[in-house]
């Protein structure tokens, strides 16, 4: 989202247009999330070019917005689903069963019936106990599952614990050491399942590429392995890769996707398989702003706090993970800078968006704008104090 302060109003720039934000919010009224299609298409285009040819299987958990969906389809990329409401959705985006990969460790049987029936590229396993229950409900359907056992590399990532999944203490993926029961399990459903390849997903928000590219080559091994007991086709990496929230430098973000697009071109050179890659934060989080209004400023002894119509209930990041988001002044007002908690209407203390951000003739009435809100941001809200929920806005 390329935004650029002109006559201290801050603006969007989209190619050859620009939009007023501080008009915008005016006319639209607040909260609302703002969407940048343009640098969400180029993005993604970025991400697609330096990766081929790996195949993108877009991590919609990170946002699924419709507009962005049917985008997203139209550029010709497939998505990672984890429930059957995202299945849904991306069939209404526009995306076939043969775009659709489906993660998660608790796929119910009306989730498996949906996918089954609308017979998608790859059911992702993590445990003997799902594939079992997916052979069962395969055989009730007359249908054979393509599937990929998630493995656990047991490989440590760096970032929140929140969001690691790559260890064996964590609920995803399934040991080495399961693989032959698995095995079993196949060979007594030959005709509901087929074994096509192999996945894993280490977490979210990771910078130091390192161990993300040891546990990947720790699974390209064993899928070696199994090539020549199976006819194994597609090698899904996962997602993770992460962006620095405290900078607007958008070349990291490219030097990162450039030095993982590398590692990628010579993983398929290596194996004999289809690379699939599942992004999420790094395709969106930069291309959206959640927008609210000063309602109150209040100001002790001791601190100031701007008090805004959007907080944790819209944007839950900073209360869950201790993330750190931009914020900013749709217009910027003369004066000497003041600290203030950014702060929601939740009644918990943990309701804060950012901790001392310095503003210049803050008021009430004034708006801010929260950044790189693109990725975990509206698909994270909820209602709690039955507060309703923001637009949402695409330009
Ligand atoms: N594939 C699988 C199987 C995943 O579980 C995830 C994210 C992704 C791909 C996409 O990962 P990404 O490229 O976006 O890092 N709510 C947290 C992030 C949770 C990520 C969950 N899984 C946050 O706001 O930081």
Redesign the pocket.
């Known amino acids: 989202m390329s935004l650029e302060y002109q006559k201290n109003q801050l603006y969007l720039i989209q190619e050859k247009q620009k939009h007023n934000l501080l008009s915008l919010a005016r006319k639209t009224g607040t909260p609302f999330y703002l969407y940048d299609l343009i640098g969400l298409i180029e993005r993604l285009r970025v991400f697609k070019k330096h990766t081929a040819p790996a195949h993108l299987h877009y991590?919609m958990?990170?946002n699924s917005h419709p507009e962005i969906l049917k985008t997203f389809c139209k550029e010709g990329v497939g998505v990672?689903v984890v429930s059957g409401g995202e299945i849904q959705l991306a069939l209404k985006a526009g995306f076939k069963g043969r775009d659709i990969v489906f993660?998660g460790v608790g796929k119910t049987k009306e989730e498996m019936e949906l996918a089954l029936s609308k017979d998608i590229l790859q059911f992702n396993v993590e445990s003997p106990s799902e594939l079992k229950k997916l052979a069962e409900i395969a055989t009730s359907l007359g249908k054979r599952a393509s599937i990929a056992f998630r493995m656990n590399p047991d490989i440590d990532v760096s970032t929140h614990p929140y969001?690691k999944?790559g260890l064996r203490e964590h609920k995803f993926g399934m040991e080495l050491e399961q693989l032959s029961g698995l095995k079993e399990i196949l060979k007594q459903y030959p005709s509901q399942l087929k074994l096509q390849g192999l996945t894993l997903?280490m977490g979210?928000?990771i910078h130091d590429l390192k161990p993300l590219k040891a546990g990947i080559l720790k699974i390209k091994n064993l899928y070696k392995e199994m090539q020549e007991e199976f006819d194994l086709k597609t090698f899904d990496v996962?997602?993770?890769?992460g962006m620095d929230y405290r900078s607007q430098d958008r070349d990291q973000d490219l030097k990162l996707i450039k030095e993982y697009g590398f590692f990628l071109k010579e993983l398929s050179k290596s194996v004999k398989a289809q690379i699939l890659t599942?992004?999420?934060?790094?395709i969106t989080a930069r291309f959206a702003c959640l927008i609210g209004e000063v309602q109150y400023i209040k100001s002790s002894s001791y601190k100031n706090f701007a008090i805004i119509n959007t907080g944790m209930h819209h944007l839950i990041?900073p209360c869950l993970?201790q993330?750190y988001h931009h914020i900013v002044q749709l217009e910027k007002k003369p004066g000497s800078g003041r600290a203030y908690d950014v702060v929601g209407p939740i009644c918990e203390s943990s309701d804060v968006l950012g901790k001392d951000r310095v503003f210049s003739g803050l008021e009430e009435g004034d708006f801010l704008a929260i950044l790189d809100t693109g990725?975990?941001g509206s698909v994270?809200i909820n209602n709690y104090n039955a507060q309703k929920p923001p637009k949402e806005l695409v330009i």
């Not at 996962?238 to 890769?241: C, E, M, Q, S, V």
């Not at 599942?278 to 790094?282: A, D, F, K, M, T």
């Open positions: 991590a958990k990170a990672d993660s969001i999944t997903h979210s928000q996962g997602g993770g890769l599942e992004p999420g934060r790094i990041r993970y993330a990725a975990y994270m």
